[in-house]
């Protein structure tokens, strides 16, 4: 029985830090990768706030502490390290209530040796971590604790919203923020493509991927078509945060990945696109 195949069609990927990855995944199911990259992960000019949430996390003065990504928390050990209070970080961190939002975080919390309380199961949301802290209230509750989260490119308010409700005193750590590519011409040309119709699937591993295409779209002109050459594409999407964003965009997400890893969104994307597309393109002739 033949594997999952694109049969040539153009997929468009906006990853950055695995772009030659996810180009060279959409090669080997038979597609035609336009890549353009999206995103450029810059470290704050201040890292004030992070650096008093390490004060504080080496003082004891942090009930738990909130992992959400796996490049946050190497870039927080690299402010610990600069500061040179790396050490006594780790080591208060271990004795410390660690929640992991997925995978990512728990890969650098074993090279440290720290056991995370509680990980986030898949999809690996906002959600399924107040889920899984609901899930231990018996054991901890985060009312009138003094909670940290280690933030990611943008802050996230329904997070720390809900967890004020919960009753917890929250600190937002920023750590670094989304930012555009410094060369803007990949994107540029993945707007025309789209919107000339040379786009066939666009393959998306988070929202800020298609923000920052919309934002170029914009100062192009082109918004309003860039929406038109979209909804003609099959859009898949890696997980339901990233479909609220597409969705917020007016748009509907095609198909999203069973399990939320690039790898599996691809080969998804991959066994799927064709009869998509031909569904998609015949439902609009």
Not at 89 to 108: C, D, E, I, M, S
Not at 154 to 173: D, F
Request: glycine share 8%.
């Amino acid at each position: 029985m033949p594997g999952p195949s694109f049969h040539g069609l153009s997929v468009l990927t906006l990853e950055s830090r695995r772009a030659t990855e996810q180009a060279t995944l959409i090669e080997r199911f038979g597609g035609r990768p336009i890549v353009a990259p999206s995103v450029r992960e810059v470290p704050l000019e201040s890292q004030a706030d992070a650096g008093a949430a390490i004060d504080a996390v080496v003082a004891g003065r942090f009930d738990c502490v909130v992992l959400l990504t796996g490049v946050g928390m190497r870039a927080w050990l690299a402010v610990a390290t600069e500061r040179g209070t790396r050490d006594s970080f780790v080591a208060a961190l271990a004795q410390t209530r660690v929640v992991a939002r997925g995978p990512k975080p728990v890969v650098v919390l074993r090279e440290l040796n720290i056991t995370p309380w509680v990980v986030a199961p898949e999809p690996n949301t906002w959600r399924e971590v107040l889920a899984a802290l609901d899930a231990r209230a018996a054991e901890y509750s985060v009312t009138g604790e003094q909670v940290a989260v280690q933030e990611y490119g943008v802050s996230n308010p329904e997070l720390v919203h809900a967890l004020t409700n919960r009753g917890a005193i929250v600190t937002a750590v920023p750590i670094y923020q989304w930012e555009l590519p410094e060369d803007l011409e990949p994107l540029r040309a993945a707007v025309d493509a789209v919107i000339e119709g040379r786009v066939d699937v666009v393959v998306l591993t988070s929202g800020i991927q298609l923000t920052h295409l919309w934002r170029v779209a914009n100062e192009m002109g082109k918004g309003g078509a860039l929406r038109d050459g979209l909804a003609r594409a099959v859009i898949a999407s890696i997980g339901p945060t990233t479909s609220e964003e597409i969705r917020r965009r007016g748009l509907v997400p095609d198909l999203e990945a069973s399990h939320p890893k690039m790898g599996i969104l691809v080969t998804e994307a991959a066994a799927n696109a064709r009869t998509l597309l031909t569904a998609k393109r015949a439902a609009k002739a």
